[in-house]
C-alpha cells in the first residue's frame, strides 16, 4: 500500500499531457526594451508575454530567446548592456542571457512599476513612490528616498545623458525633481504645467527633455536653464511615450492611447505626419533605433511593428511584423490532415492559422468584410465600420480546399454565414443564408462541412437548418417542414459517408436525418439542452455535452447512448476525440480538462488550470492538445506523454483530486540562432570520435573530396578543356618572401640544409635519378607489403599528379615492370581492408587505361591482375547483394506506406 501511496501522490499532475508551449503570443501592454549588441552589430527588441518575455532580433524580427518564466505578470522591463531587468509585483530579477535569473532584488512593499539601470546600480520605483537604487552584484540597497505620494508621485523617470549622477523624476502632480543620487540631494524643482507626467525622453541634444503629459502635450524643455524650447499638441489623450530620430531628420514621434503615433518636426516645429492606428490599442512604447530610420513599436494588441522612414512624406512604412490575435480567442481548431495548423479566430474579427511548427508558417486570412465590392465602390477609407462581426463558429475542410472555398464560419449575430479560402488566405466567395428569413430576425449558430468538401450545413437559432453548395453557394435544401427544431439549433453534423445529417436542437431533441432525401430518420430526446455536439467521424461516435454538466456518447448506428459520463462542475465548453475515437477530451468552466476512456467508460485524467479552458483540440496526428484559455491570447500547446513514454493508466476514483497545472510559456523553436554571449562550451561534452572504419564487413570510403578521384577517366578531356591561357601566377596567400611548394594541399618550402659538406657542390647522382617519392614508396612496398605510405602520398596529390604518377610506371615512361606490380598489390592491399574502396578503383581504372596495351604482353602483371579481378568481383557482389537488400526493405516501407 505504501507503494501504490506514493504512486498516487507522485501523480501530481496530469499522466498524459504536458505542458509544451504557447503559439500566438507576442507583446502586451508592457513597453518594449529595445538593446544593442555591439559585437553582433545588432539590434535587439524585447517584449513582454505575461510571465516571461521574448527577444527578438530586429533584423528579421526572428525570435532569438525567451526568459525563463517568473511567478507572477511582469510589469516593468528596463535593460543595459548585459541585463534585462524585470519586475514582477514587489520584486524584480536581472537576467542574463535574455533567459536566466542572475539576480533578485527584494525589499519593495508595493509593485515596482519604474526600473532605470545606472551604471553599477539599477533604480527602482514602487507605487509608493519609494525609490531605492541597488548595487547589482551585491544585490545590496544604496539609498533608499521616500517621496509623499500625495506631493509627488512618481510616474517617470529619467537620467539625462551627461548628467553625471543625476535623475530628473516627474510626478503625476506635474512637478518634476532633479536629484544628485550619489550625494543624496535634491538639486531642482521644476513646477511643471500642472498636469501629471506621463514620459520623459531625452533629445538628441544635451540639456533638452521631452517632457509628455496627461493632457496630450509633449514639452521640450531646456533643463538646465529651466527654459521651454517648443510646445506640441497631440488630441489623442496622455501621451504615452516619445523617441527622436537620430539618423540627421529632425523628427519626433510620440505615442497615444489610441494607437496613433503623431510625427513631429522640430525644425519647423509643426506636425508634419500621423501614422493612424499604427495599433488597435495604446502604443505602449515606441523606440527609433540610434542612427537609422527604424521605428519600433508595440501594443496590447499582442502585435511588435517595424516601421521604416523611407518615403518623401516622412511618413513610417511597415517593414515588418509579429502578431497574433488581439483581442480573446473564440474558436480554435486544427486545420488539415498533417497535425501543423491551427485555425483560430478572435473577437479582433480575424481569422489565423499558427502553424505548430514554425512561425513563418503563420498566416492571417484578415478580416472579413462585409460586401467587399460595396467597399471597392464606394472606396471607403474606414473599413471599420465594414468589418464583420468577429466568429463565433467555423468548421474547415481540407479536401477540396485547392477547388473552392473549404472554411465556413457563423459571426457574431449575424444570419448569414461566411466562406473563406485558406489556400488564398483570405475570406470567401459566398455569404451564405436563407432567401425568406428576415436579416435580423434569426443568428446562425452552427455550421459543419461534408468531409468530401461539397457541402455546407447551417444551422440557425430560429431552428431552421440548411444545406448549402460550397462551390456554387447554392441552396440545397433544408431539414424539417418547416424548421428541423423547435429550438435554437446547438449543434449540426455529417457523418463520413454524407449519409446522416446530425442536429441538436436547444428544446432537448437529437434528429438524425438522410442527409440527401433530408427525410427525418430518427429523434431522441435529451435529459438537458445540449450544449456542444462533436463528431467523431470515423468510429461514428457522437458526443454531446449538455447543459447539466455531463456528457453523452452515442453510437450513430444504433442511435443508442452507449456511455454517460459525468463529473465536471461546470459548463463544459468543447470537447475533442483523440485521433483514434478511443479518448473523449472535454474542457469546462471548472477549469478542469478531462480524458474519459470510451471502451472502458473511465475518467482516466484530469487536471486543473488557473484560467478556464474554452476550447480543445487535439491534432490529428495524436501529438498535441491544443487549449484556449480565458483572458489569454495565445494557443496552449500540450504534449502527449504516451508519445515519448510509458503510461499506466488507472481509472481515476470519484473522489480524485486534481491538482493546478501551470499553463506552458513560449519556448524557443529550433533552428533559431542565440545570442552571442548564450553560446557556452559544455565541458561536459566529450566529443564523439568516429573510428576509421566501422565494421571489416562493409566497405568504407575515403573522406577525399570527389574532385580528387571522380574524373581521374576523363581526365585528358577536363586538360583540354582547361588549357591554361595565361601563365601561372604566383599564389597570393602566403606572404611573398615564404616559398611554398606548388600542390594542393599548400606547404612551405624547407630551405634544404646547405650545410651539409658531402651533398653541397657535388651532384647527387642518387637524387637525380627520376624515382618519385611514390615510385620509392612502391619499391619499398613490394619489399615488405605495406603500402601505406605509397598511398598516402597519392591521396595528396591531385588528379593530375595521380595520372603522371601512374603513367611513369610503366617501363617506357621510366618506371619498371615491379614497380606496377608494386601497385597493383597494393590496389590488392586496399580492396583487401576495404577501406578508400572508391579511391581503389579510381586509381585501378586510371592504371587499367594507361598502360592497358602493354598489361597482356607482361605475365606478371597478368597473374596479379586475375588475382585483383576476382578481388572486385567478391566485393562488388557483396556489396550489390547489400544493396539489393535495402532498395527492397525500401519499396516495402514505401508500398506500406501508401
Ligand atoms: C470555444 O470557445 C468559445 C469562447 O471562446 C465558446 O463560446 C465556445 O462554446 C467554445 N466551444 C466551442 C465548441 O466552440
Ligand atoms: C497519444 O499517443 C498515443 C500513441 O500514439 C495514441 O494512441 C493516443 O491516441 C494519443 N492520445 C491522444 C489523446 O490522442
Ligand atoms: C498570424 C501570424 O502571426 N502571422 C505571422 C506569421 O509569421 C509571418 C512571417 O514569419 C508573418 O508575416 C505573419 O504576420
Not at 591554361?724 to 606547404?747: C, D, H, M, N, Y
Amino acid at each position: 500500500t505504501a507503494e501504490m501511496e506514493s504512486a498516487v501522490e507522485g501523480r501530481t499532475a496530469s499522466v498524459l499531457f504536458a505542458g509544451f508551449r504557447a503559439l500566438g503570443l507576442f507583446s502586451n501592454d508592457i513597453p518594449h526594451v529595445v538593446r544593442y549588441n555591439a559585437l553582433k552589430r545588432r539590434f535587439y527588441v524585447t517584449t513582454c508575454v505575461g510571465k516571461s518575455f521574448h527577444t527578438y532580433d530586429v533584423q528579421k524580427l526572428s525570435l532569438v530567446a525567451v526568459s525563463n518564466s517568473v511567478p507572477q505578470d511582469i510589469c516593468c522591463m528596463a535593460a543595459d548592456g548585459r541585463l534585462v531587468f524585470a519586475a514582477y509585483g514587489n520584486v524584480f530579477s536581472a537576467f542574463a542571457r535574455n533567459k536566466e535569473i542572475v539576480h533578485t532584488f527584494k525589499g519593495h512593499k508595493a509593485e515596482i512599476h519604474l526600473l532605470q539601470p545606472f551604471g553599477d546600480h539599477v533604480i527602482s520605483v514602487d507605487t509608493d513612490s519609494v525609490l531605492i537604487i541597488w548595487h547589482i552584484y551585491s544585490e545590496e540597497e544604496y539609498l533608499q528616498l521616500t517621496f509623499d505620494k500625495s506631493v509627488f508621485k512618481i510616474s517617470t523617470i529619467l537620467h539625462p545623458s551627461t548628467y553625471l549622477n543625476k535623475v530628473l523624476l516627474g510626478s503625476e502632480q506635474g512637478s518634476l525633481q532633479l536629484w544628485n543620487i550619489k550625494s543624496n540631494k535634491l538639486l531642482y524643482t521644476f513646477p511643471g504645467w500642472k498636469v501629471g507626467v506621463t514620459a520623459l525622453q531625452q533629445a538628441p541634444a544635451v540639456d533638452v527633455v521631452a517632457i509628455g503629459l496627461v493632457s496630450g502635450q509633449v514639452v521640450i524643455h531646456n533643463i538646465k536653464f529651466d527654459e521651454t524650447l517648443m510646445k506640441f499638441h497631440q488630441d489623442w489623450g496622455p501621451i504615452t511615450s516619445i523617441s527622436f530620430r537620430t539618423d540627421g531628420h529632425p523628427i519626433m514621434a510620440a505615442g497615444s492611447p489610441c494607437g496613433h503615433i503623431g510625427l513631429w518636426d522640430l525644425e519647423d516645429k509643426k506636425l508634419i505626419n500621423q501614422m493612424r492606428n499604427a495599433h488597435s490599442t495604446a502604443i505602449s512604447g515606441l523606440t527609433f533605433l540610434h542612427r537609422e530610420p527604424l521605428l519600433v513599436t508595440n501594443g496590447a494588441d499582442n502585435a511588435l511593428r517595424i516601421w521604416i522612414f523611407d518615403g518623401p512624406t516622412g511618413e513610417g512604412r511597415l517593414l515588418r511584423l509579429r502578431m497574433g490575435h488581439s483581442a480573446s480567442l473564440t474558436k480554435i481548431r486544427y486545420y488539415g490532415q498533417n497535425g501543423q495548423q491551427i485555425l483560430s479566430a478572435s473577437q479582433d474579427g480575424t481569422l489565423q492559422s499558427f502553424s505548430t511548427v514554425h512561425e513563418k508558417f503563420n498566416k492571417s486570412l484578415g478580416h472579413g468584410l462585409v460586401n467587399k465590392k460595396i467597399v471597392k465602390r464606394k472606396g471607403l477609407q474606414n473599413t471599420m465600420s465594414v468589418r464583420l462581426p468577429p466568429i463565433t463558429q467555423f468548421a474547415a475542410e481540407e479536401a477540396r480546399q485547392s477547388d473552392w472555398d473549404g472554411v465556413i464560419a457563423c459571426h457574431q449575430g449575424k444570419l448569414s454565414c461566411s466562406t473563406w479560402n485558406y489556400q488564398r488566405s483570405t475570406i470567401g466567395a459566398y455569404f451564405l443564408k436563407p432567401k425568406n428569413v428576415k436579416a435580423n430576425s434569426a443568428t446562425a449558430t452552427a455550421v459543419d462541412i461534408t468531409s468530401c468538401g461539397n457541402f455546407a450545413i447551417i444551422g440557425l437559432s430560429s431552428g431552421a437548418v440548411d444545406v448549402y453548395n460550397m462551390q456554387s453557394g447554392i441552396h440545397r435544401g433544408s431539414f424539417g417542414d418547416e424548421k428541423a427544431h423547435a429550438g435554437s439549433v446547438r449543434g449540426v453534423a455529417v457523418d463520413g459517408l454524407n449519409q446522416l445529417a446530425i442536429t441538436a436542437g436547444s428544446e432537448r431533441l437529437l434528429k438524425f436525418w438522410n442527409f440527401k432525401s433530408k427525410v427525418l430518420v430518427h429523434s431522441l430526446s435529451l435529459d438537458s439542452p445540449p450544449n456542444v455536439m462533436l463528431l467523431h467521424r470515423d468510429s461514428g461516435i457522437l458526443g454531446l455535452a449538455l447543459d447539466d454538466f455531463s456528457i453523452t456518447v452515442l453510437d450513430i448506428e444504433t442511435r443508442k447512448i452507449v456511455r454517460e459520463f459525468s463529473g465536471h462542475q461546470g459548463q463544459i465548453n468543447d470537447m475533442t476525440f483523440s485521433p483514434d475515437g478511443r479518448w473523449l477530451i472535454s474542457a469546462a468552466m471548472d477549469c478542469s480538462v478531462r480524458t474519459w476512456d470510451l471502451p472502458s467508460g473511465c475518467l482516466i485524467d484530469c487536471f486543473l488550470l488557473d484560467s478556464a479552458p474554452l476550447n480543445v483540440t487535439m491534432s490529428p496526428t495524436g501529438d498535441f492538445l491544443a487549449t484556449s484559455h480565458v483572458d489569454h491570447l495565445g494557443i496552449y500547446l500540450w504534449s502527449n506523454i504516451s508519445l515519448y513514454s510509458v503510461v499506466s493508466l488507472r481509472p481515476l476514483p470519484p473522489d480524485y483530486v486534481p491538482s493546478v497545472l501551470m499553463l506552458p510559456g513560449t519556448c524557443q523553436t529550433q533552428g533559431l540562432e542565440a545570442l552571442e554571449e548564450q553560446i557556452e562550451p559544455s565541458d561536459e561534452m566529450i566529443e564523439y570520435e568516429s573510428p576509421e572504419q566501422l565494421n571489416e564487413q562493409l566497405v568504407t570510403l575515403s573522406l577525399l573530396p570527389e574532385s580528387r578521384w571522380k574524373n581521374l577517366l576523363n581526365l585528358d578531356v577536363i586538360k583540354k578543356k582547361n588549357k591554361p591561357k595565361e601563365p601561372p601566377k604566383v599564389p597570393q596567400s602566403a606572404p611573398f618572401f615564404i616559398p611554398t611548394v606548388p600542390g594542393l594541399v599548400p606547404r612551405f618550402a624547407v630551405p634544404e640544409p646547405t650545410s651539409d659538406p658531402q651533398q653541397s657542390k657535388v651532384v647527387n647522382l642518387g637524387i637525380l635519378a627520376q624515382k618519385s617519392n611514390f615510385y620509392l614508396k612502391l619499391e619499398e612496398g613490394l619489399q615488405n607489403n605495406q603500402y601505406e605510405g605509397a598511398l598516402n602520398l597519392l591521396k595528396e596529390l591531385g588528379p593530375s599528379g595521380i595520372e603522371t604518377e601512374l603513367r611513369n610506371l610503366s617501363p617506357e615512361d621510366g618506371g619498371s615492370i615491379e614497380a606496377m606490380r608494386s601497385f597493383l598489390s597494393m590496389i590488392g592491399v586496399m580492396l583487401d581492408r576495404k577501406r578508400d574502396f572508391e579511391l581503389a578503383q579510381a586509381y585501378l581504372a586510371l592504371f587499367l587505361k594507361l598502360h592497358l596495351r602493354m598489361l597482356p604482353s607482361e605475365p606478371v602483371l597478368l597473374e596479379e591482375l586475375v588475382k585483383l579481378s576476382s578481388q572486385v568481383e567478391e566485393d562488388w557482389t557483396h556489396l550489390q547483394s547489400l544493396f539489393n537488400q535495402s532498395m527492397c526493405v525500401l519499396n516495402y516501407i514505401k508500398s506500406a506506406l501508401l
